[in-house]
């Protein structure tokens, strides 16, 4: 890990600018929301952009038809929460326990319409845990999915 101090919220927003073409494709749109203030924070900045660009790329493939995506930011006591809502297809509660696993990918019948290797939020949850944060899911199937990561202002590690 290599950290250093950055603003969280231009590294979101340089990740959005990027994915923000491919959602605009589907017709759909990116909306941000920072009230984080203090928003800097010390960390792995290439390991949180990864992060950040894994949920957002989650949250347009599984959001078939015009994607809404709402990016926030807000202060907790020890660091800032990001949090991620789409409208997709959502996550059955069953499937939900076993989403931060590693090669688990949640199960679409005999159609494999995602590409993927259901190694991405395994290595979201990882790199939270290195820096000393939690990731929370919210979801209910064909309303979308919410994650909420927290992000200590200075990790321990």
Excluded: C, W
């Amino acid at each position: 890990m290599k950290k250093d101090y950055f603003d969280l919220h231009e590294v979101i927003m340089d990740v959005v600018k990027k994915i923000g073409i491919q959602i605009e494709i589907k017709d759909g749109k990116i909306i941000t929301a920072f009230k984080a203030k203090p928003s800097i924070i010390y960390a792995d900045k290439i390991h949180i952009i990864n992060i950040i660009n894994n949920i957002l790329d989650n949250a347009n493939k599984y959001s078939p038809q015009k994607p809404l995506i709402n990016v926030s930011t807000h202060n907790d006591k020890n660091g800032i929460v990001i949090s991620i809502e789409d409208n997709g297809i959502g996550i059955s509660k069953s499937n939900q326990k076993k989403i931060f696993e590693k090669l688990f990918r949640v199960p679409a019948g005999d159609v494999h319409d995602f590409k993927g290797f259901g190694l991405g939020l395994s290595y979201v949850k990882a790199i939270v845990d290195m820096h000393g944060g939690n990731i929370k899911l919210e979801s209910e199937l064909k309303k979308g999915t919410k994650f909420d990561v927290f992000l200590p202002y200075k990790s321990k590690h």
